[in-house]
């Protein structure tokens, strides 16, 4: 009954800045943390970023400095703002949560989203 939209994905050009979007949607929730993860071609699902129910965040060496993870919890929405993208950045990003449903019961479950494509290029 939960689902992990995700939005924001696209091409730009090397320099250029994206805004991901992640909504936890169908019921009511406690997000206990919330992560982007990618994926390029031939590579390992990577850890990108993380932000705690508590908000504390920790990122990738990788993207340090650049990118920026954030949270609405009235929206159950965690956000990823790219910033200064580098051709290497592109990938499938991958929304996660763990969270609680609320109109199912009190345990905690792992959601991920279905991707969105970042492509960095000229």
């Known amino acids: 009954q939960v689902q992990l939209v995700e939005s924001g994905g696209g091409l730009v050009q090397p320099g250029g800045s994206l805004r991901l979007s992640c909504a936890a949607s169908?019921?009511?929730?406690?997000?206990?943390?919330m992560a982007w993860y990618r994926q390029a071609p031939g590579k390992q699902r990577e850890l990108v970023a993380i932000i705690t129910g508590g908000g504390s965040t920790n990122y990738a060496d990788s993207v340090k400095g650049r990118f920026t993870i954030s949270r609405d919890n009235a929206k159950n929405t965690v956000y990823l703002q790219m910033n200064s993208l580098k051709p290497e950045d592109t990938a499938v990003y991958y929304c996660n949560a763990d969270l609680v449903n609320h109109r199912v019961g009190p345990a905690s479950y792992n959601y991920w989203g279905q991707g969105t494509q970042v492509t960095v290029s000229s």
């Open positions: 169908g019921s009511i929730l406690t997000i206990y943390s």
